[in-house]
């Protein structure tokens, strides 16, 4: 209210915490390997990138990345068999 500007709160209601998200990754070697990995919906940033740039722990390296091409796992429209390493822990 105070500058007049509705604020966008898409980036609020894209994702849960902690869900299941593939991001991409940009050094794919070959053609048939995946151009995404998965990991965990973690925060928002707030001094790297525009303003969908999300905080993605990842699942191979536990350390918490900046992307902003992030899909959610749990659609079941959008599967990655060759992504899905979510090892014993399925939830």
């Known amino acids: 209210m105070l500058t007049g500007v509705t604020q966008d709160l898409s980036a609020l209601l ?7 998200v593939y991001y991409r ?3 794919t070697s070959f053609p ?4 995404e990995a998965s990991g965990r919906f973690v925060g928002f ?7 969908l740039t999300f905080a993605i722990l990842t ?9 902003s ?3 959610s796992a749990n659609d ?4 990655n068999l060759r992504t899905n ?7």
């Open 59 to 67: 699942n191979n390296t536990n350390k918490i990345i900046y992307c």
């Open 76 to 79: 079941p429209h959008h599967s």
């Open 25 to 27: 990754v940009d050094e």
């Open 32 to 35: 048939s390997e995946t151009a």
């Open 45 to 51: 940033s707030s001094n790297v990138g525009h303003a």
């Open 69 to 71: 091409e992030v899909c």
């Open 14 to 20: 894209r994702f849960s915490w902690y869900e299941k």
């Open 85 to 91: 390493n979510w090892g014993a822990d399925s939830n």
